[in-house]
């Protein structure tokens, strides 16, 4: 089954600990990308990854990092988490460069204290 | 990005057809339409995307207007289950950012 797989589905932790939240697609996709999702602000897009070993900054990529060393892995970083990057987070994948929908995780809701 | 202009909530009796229209008059002629949708916190959902022609799937049917200036959504027979967030996004190609704006929130009631 083609599945986009989040961990951990949920997280309680405390600011400054560092913390990964790994996503893994099972479609050989190219493009992979994360989204926060926050009350009245939708979803924006924090990094993207174009192919292996090639990733960029979305519309709010501060406090974040990524990799891109495996197709089918993007985890996302945040090295010293603070109380704002309290949010529902969501990784996408798919073609690049075709009219195929993006596929979605079932996110990760971080709450840092 | 084509920006795009949905009404923020709908309600649609149990077994009736919902309608959700979504205005995208500053589409590129190379950009798709798709439809997305969440429910309640959930991953969003691929449901239809078409260019020109109209579209059915298991799911729904979407119609895109000859201008492709605006389109409709239709889910046939909705369900409670169909209670979520509708999303009219449109892009160009798979690798890139998907603008999913407000959407419109449809309630469908017994």
């Known amino acids: 089954e083609a599945q986009v797989t989040q961990n951990p589905r949920y997280l309680i932790t405390v600011t400054g600990k560092k913390l990964t939240v790994t996503c893994s697609q099972n479609?050989?996709?190219?493009?992979m990308s994360w989204y926060r999702q926050d009350p009245g602000l939708g979803l924006r897009q924090i990094y993207y990854?174009?192919?292996?070993?090639?990733?960029d900054k979305g519309d709010v990529p501060e406090g974040y990092k990524v990799s891109r060393k495996e197709k089918r892995n993007f985890p996302l970083i945040l090295e010293s988490p603070s109380p704002n990057q309290t949010s529902l987070y969501f990784c996408?994948?798919?073609?690049?460069?075709?009219?195929?929908?993006?596929?979605f995780g079932d996110g990760t809701r971080l709450s840092i204290l | 990005d084509a920006k795009t202009t949905q009404p923020p909530s709908m309600d649609c009796a149990e077994g009736r057809a919902a309608n959700l229209p979504c205005n995208h008059s500053?589409?590129?002629?190379?950009?798709?339409v798709y439809w997305y949708r969440q429910i309640h916190s959930q991953g969003p959902q691929y449901i239809i995307h078409?260019?020109?022609n109209n579209e059915t799937n298991e799911m729904a049917s979407l119609i895109i207007t000859e201008d492709r200036k605006s389109s409709t959504l239709i889910l046939p027979h909705a369900t409670l289950r169909d209670t979520a967030v509708y999303y009219c996004?449109?892009?160009?190609?798979?690798?890139?950012?998907?603008?999913f704006g407000k959407g419109t929130s449809l309630l469908v009631t017994p």
């Open positions: 078409g260019l020109k």
């Open positions: 996408a994948s798919g073609e690049r460069a075709s009219n195929q929908p993006q596929h």
């Open positions: 996004i449109p892009n160009s190609n798979s690798g890139y950012a998907l603008n």
């Open positions: 990854s174009m192919n292996v070993e090639v990733t």
């Open positions: 479609m050989n996709h190219e493009y």
């Open positions: 500053t589409i590129s002629g190379n950009e798709y």
